[in-house]
Nanobody, 120 residues
């Protein structure tokens, strides 16, 4: 499966932003879709993941209660709704397809990333 993330941009602290991850391929629903992010000078970190059916989600503690992942399988799209954005949310955000996992090794396919910049 091939993935393409979009929706990043420059926002102010406290604002909301929604990222999209569009997948190609008929087997999209077989895969969990995860979101990761990488801030400048830091390692890529787990943000959250949703199962192929959309029935279960898992989030990093740092975004729990602020970020929500959903999916529309009819559109082959997974969304990352980000609310109450903080300066520390600034990063390149990546989506990935694989199994339900909080580690990068659980994912086989990666999108190209979309930059989110949160300003004060």
């Amino acid at each position: 499966v091939q993935l393409q993330a979009s929706g990043g941009g420059l926002v102010q602290a406290g604002d909301s932003l929604r990222l999209s991850c569009v997948a190609s391929g008929r087997t999209f629903t077989r895969y969990a879709t995860g979101w990761f992010r990488q801030a400048p000078g830091k390692e890529r970190e787990f943000v959250g993941v949703i199962t192929g059916s959309g029935g279960s989600t898992l989030y990093a503690d740092s975004v729990k209660g602020r970020f929500t992942i959903s999916r529309d399988n009819a559109k082959n799209t997974v969304y990352l709704q980000m609310n109450s954005l903080k300066l520390e949310d600034t990063a390149v955000y990546y989506c990935a397809a694989g199994r339900l996992s909080a580690t990068m090794t659980g994912y086989d396919s990666w999108g190209q990333g979309t930059l989110v910049t949160v300003s004060s």
